[in-house]
Structures are given as structure tokens and as C-alpha cells.
């Protein structure tokens, strides 16, 4: 188990991808007290040179004993990898924070966004889920609400960009763009259709209820990680032609009756939250400006007329920072802390 140390040893699976290469910029950006830092990715990348603080490190393939020595792994490289290497790694000593869905929804791990359920870490086992980008960004906003008027029901409608099913997708939107606009052919290999120009309403697989895995993970994890297994929620989830940045139409009904000038009052004082609300001046949130940036902001607040006691909502966060590797580092920042 992890000891409090000035320094630890970190490990980086799937540091090559899309969250883990931003794992390193925010790793150093924060300076987080790494001592050692190991770099692990597929065979395809095996001694590509990756850097971090002005150094070179070359990027290894996992080994039975790749985990020996290390204190923190932060995992970023898929659910079969993490299935089969957190529990390696956890028996070699270390604590894992897992990106990928594998752990998120097992009741013996904790799954956690610090700004919300950061003392769920207490009761971790050697594993700590991270959860959906999505999900991560919407109950950042929505645990402050809850606590003062108790959200009943969530209706939520996503806007995702392409660098949450990481690089490749980033490449083809990129490519497809360039093709379309030079009127080639475009080639259609990591989406079931064309994302260029396009709007998908289908991220992950369908499932037997009709709803996709993507859809299914916003449901049940937000109520996992607010604790509150009795809110109401349903999503749809939709993939954009944006490369970085995920926005949300969130609706909410409430037990008490709350005003949207109460809402803002409440989201300024939130951590992690930036309130964008000036719609006379065309001020909102947009995923351009949330990129590279560690805030959920939220914006187009306003009273739902339909129902009695509803607010409406546009969230808008960074899915690779605080929907992937920002919010496992802070999870880290905590574990430290707690020692
Ligand atoms: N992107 C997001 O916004 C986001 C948000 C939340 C959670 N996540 C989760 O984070 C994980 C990574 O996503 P990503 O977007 O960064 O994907 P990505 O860009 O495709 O990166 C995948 C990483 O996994 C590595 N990898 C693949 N097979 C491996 C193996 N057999 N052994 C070791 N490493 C292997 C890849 O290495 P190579 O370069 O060598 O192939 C690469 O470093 C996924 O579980 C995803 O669900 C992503």
C-alpha cells in the first residue's frame, strides 16, 4: 500500500494515447512530486521516446514485473489491459487509478471525481475508478445543486467530441475534413459512418434496452459516484465533428423548488466550476475555449416552464483533462494528501 514518501514512483499505461500523453503534460504542469516515472504502452511503441521535464524516457511494453518498485500507476490504455494488469499491478504493491470502464461499477472500487466523493477514497482496495468523461464533467456541476435542493431526475443530451475515443479517431476526423474539402474519397474506419460534417447519435455498443454502453455508463455512474442510487437519470449520447471538448444539455427536476439566479449563485462558489451566463453578450461555454483548460463551465442557465421545479443547463469541459487525466492526477493529489 501507498506510504508517504517526498516523492513516488509513477507508472504511465497507455502513455503513447490521447489521455496519457496529456497525463504527462499535467503531471509536470502540477508539479506532482514523481521520483521515478515508467512510460508503458503496446508493442507498436516499444522505445519511442516520449518526454517529461526536459527528459527522455523510452516507452516500454507491461511485464509481470513492470510494477515492481512503483507507487502509483495511472492506467490509460483500455478496459482489457486493465483488466488483466491493475490486479498484477496492485499485488506488486501499487495503488491503480484506472481510466478505462473495467472497475468503475465493481462494488469494491471506489469511483471518484475529488470535487464531489473525494472520501470514497478512504475505503479503496488497491484500485480507484475514473470515471466517464461525460459523467465526470456533469456531476461536477450537478453535487452542489443536489446538496441544496435534491435533484430528482436528469435528462441529458451530449455533444462529444472525437479525442474521447482518442488518437485514431482525432486522425480520421482530420483526414476525412482534408478529403472531403479537396473532393477525394474519404476512408471510414473508426466510426460505423462519416464524422466529418456529421452528427452520430451512437457512441460505444447498443445494448438489449436500446441505449447505448455510453448512454448506460452515464446513468449508473453518476449515482454511484453522488451516492444516491434513487435520482432518475437518462441520456443520450451523441458524437460530434469537434476534436476536443464535450458539451451537455442537462435538464434537472428538483424536490425544492429552485430559481436559476439561486443556481448561479450556488455554481459560482463550486469547485472546479466556471459560470459562463451572459447570453445579452453571446457569452456561453464552447468546447474551443474549454479546451486545454482544467474547469467544467456551465452556462444557459434558465427555468425549465414545462415542469414546476426544473432547470435547464449547458455544461462544457476539456473530456482529456477533467474527463480523463486531470481528474486522476487530482485523484492522486488526494491520496497523497491523505497519507
Ligand atoms: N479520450 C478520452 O476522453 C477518455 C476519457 C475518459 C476515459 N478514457 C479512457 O482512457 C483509455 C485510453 O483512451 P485514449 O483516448 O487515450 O485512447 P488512445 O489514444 O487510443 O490510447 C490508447 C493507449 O493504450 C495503449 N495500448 C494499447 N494496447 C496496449 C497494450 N496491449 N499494452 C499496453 N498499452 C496498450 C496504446 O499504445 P500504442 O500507442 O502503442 O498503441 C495507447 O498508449 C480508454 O480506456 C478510454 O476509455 C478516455
Redesign the pocket.
Known amino acids: 500500500m501507498l506510504k508517504k514518501k517526498e516523492k513516488y514512483n509513477v507508472a504511465v499505461?497507455?502513455?503513447?494515447?490521447?489521455?496519457?500523453?496529456e497525463m504527462l503534460t499535467i503531471l509536470e504542469e502540477r508539479e506532482f512530486p514523481v521520483d521515478t516515472l515508467r512510460l508503458?504502452?503496446?508493442?507498436?511503441?516499444e522505445g519511442k521516446v516520449l518526454h517529461f521535464k526536459g527528459k527522455e524516457i523510452a516507452?516500454e511494453?507491461?511485464k509481470e514485473d513492470s510494477f515492481n518498485g512503483v507507487d502509483i500507476a495511472l492506467f490509460?490504455?483500455?478496459?482489457e489491459?486493465?483488466k488483466i494488469w491493475a490486479p498484477i499491478a496492485v499485488r506488486s504493491g501499487c495503488v491503480v487509478i484506472d481510466?478505462?470502464?473495467q472497475w468503475r461499477m465493481d462494488p469494491e472500487v471506489p469511483l471518484v471525481v475529488p470535487e464531489v466523493n473525494a472520501y470514497d477514497l478512504k475505503w479503496h482496495k488497491g484500485i480507484i475508478a475514473?470515471p466517464?468523461?461525460s459523467t465526470i464533467q456533469m456531476v461536477v456541476v450537478l453535487k452542489p445543486i443536489h446538496d441544496v435542493a435534491k435533484i430528482k431526475r436528469v435528462v441529458v443530451t451530449t455533444f462529444q467530441s472525437v479525442?474521447?475515443?482518442?488518437?485514431?479517431a482525432m486522425d480520421e476526423l482530420l483526414q476525412q475534413t482534408v478529403d472531403l474539402l479537396n473532393f477525394r474519397d474519404i476512408k471510414i474506419q473508426v466510426y460505423p459512418h462519416q464524422i466529418a460534417f456529421n452528427v452520430l447519435p451512437h457512441i460505444d455498443k447498443f445494448l438489449d434496452n436500446g441505449y447505448t454502453k455510453e448512454e448506460m455508463k452515464m446513468v449508473n455512474e453518476t449515482k454511484k459516484i453522488m451516492g444516491d442510487y434513487s435520482i432518475k437519470v437518462t441520456a443520450t449520447t451523441v458524437r460530434v465533428p469537434v476534436f476536443r471538448g464535450h458539451s451537455e444539455s442537462v435538464n434537472i427536476e428538483t424536490e425544492r423548488k429552485i430559481t436559476a439566479d439561486e443556481v448561479r449563485e450556488i455554481l459560482k462558489k463550486a469547485p472546479g466550476v466556471v459560470v459562463i451566463d451572459n447570453p445579452e453578450k453571446n457569452e456561453y461555454p464552447l468546447p474551443i475555449y474549454a479546451s486545454g483548460k482544467d474547469e467544467v463551465f456551465v452556462g444557459r442557465i434558465r427555468e425549465d416552464e414545462s415542469i414546476e421545479k426544473g432547470i435547464n443547463m449547458w455544461i462544457v469541459a476539456d473530456?482529456?483533462r477533467k474527463?480523463?487525466a486531470l481528474n486522476a492526477i487530482q485523484i492522486a493529489e488526494e491520496l497523497i494528501k491523505m497519507l
Not at 499505461?13 to 500523453?21: C, H, I, L
Not at 490509460?76 to 478496459?79: D, F, K, L, V, Y
Not at 479525442?163 to 485514431?168: A, D, I
Open positions: 499505461v497507455g502513455a503513447t494515447g490521447a489521455v496519457g500523453n508503458f504502452a503496446s508493442e507498436r511503441s516507452v511494453t507491461l490509460s490504455a483500455g478496459a489491459r486493465s481510466n478505462s470502464s475514473n466517464n468523461c479525442s474521447g475515443t482518442g488518437k485514431r473530456n482529456l474527463g480523463a
